[in-house]
């Protein structure tokens, strides 16, 4: 198949999960098969091509066509993701590649990174049941990339050790939730990998809280989740694994 053709058809998957995801973060914490999507405002169910992603928010001009309530900018931007992450992870390979569990994985775990970033971000909680499948798919991973058990060990013990050691000495102002995401991270990313997100995490979390306060968003009393930071990052150096160099580079 030419890159013409598959490279729409694999963007278009993409975006189609990135719809799903949508419904997932959105009706959490109820079961996302709770029924067809409506307006969060007037209720009004949804037709087929209102839920086109990406082309719907435009067409409609983010608002919804009854009530004309500003449509949420994240419907677009999580389908823009997967489907950008979908032609990063596939279209490299060739059609008859056996290799295509890898990018399986890795769209799953980015996908599941996503849905923590948002509910977290919304909702400042970083649900079990998504970490643990986050934990069960990262360590999936891990096996069948023959990745040493001593080498995802040592990446849980630097990122979910190093944000404990903080949870104790701040004296729980630190989320759990935040330690327990390291976990799977420390299996994807291992110890030098861990670390480099760490850093990456609490720079820019540093700027973006500096940048509200200066701009008067936020107080020195704010909260400010740092679940996304973490998940934002892990999701750009699982596509572009070169980054991790380059952020240590620039660190250092």
Request: glycine share 8%; hydrophobic share 55%.
């Amino acid at each position: 198949m030419s890159f013409l053709i598959s490279a729409p058809i694999v963007f278009l998957a993409g975006t189609a999960l990135g719809s799903f995801l949508n419904v997932v973060i959105l009706r959490y914490p109820r079961s996302p098969a709770g029924g067809r999507s409506r307006c969060p405002n007037c209720h009004k169910t949804l037709s087929a091509w209102e839920l086109i992603p990406i082309l719907s928010y435009i067409f409609l001009r983010a608002r919804c066509r009854k009530c004309q309530n500003s449509i949420s900018v994240q419907y677009p931007i999580i389908e823009l993701v997967m489907g950008i992450s979908a032609l990063v992870l596939f279209i490299p390979l060739p059609a008859e590649s056996s290799l295509y569990f890898l990018p399986i994985l890795n769209i799953s775990i980015i996908a599941l990174l996503l849905i923590l970033f948002m509910i977290d971000l919304r909702t400042f909680i970083l649900p079990d049941l998504f970490i643990l499948f986050l934990i069960a798919t990262s360590a999936i991973k891990a096996i069948l990339v023959n990745t040493a058990l001593t080498f995802s060990l040592a990446g849980i013990a630097v990122g979910a050790g190093f944000l404990c050691f903080l949870w104790l000495i701040s004296r729980g102002r630190l989320g759990i939730g935040d330690i327990k995401l390291m976990v799977p991270l420390g299996i994807l990313f291992g110890p030098g990998g861990s670390g480099v997100l760490l850093m990456s995490a609490f720079i820019i979390g540093g700027l973006v809280s500096l940048g509200l306060l200066l701009t008067h968003r936020a107080t020195m009393k704010t909260a400010v989740p740092f679940g996304p930071f973490l998940t934002g990052i892990a999701v750009l150096l699982i596509l572009i694994p070169a980054l991790q160099q380059t952020i240590i580079n620039i660190i250092l």
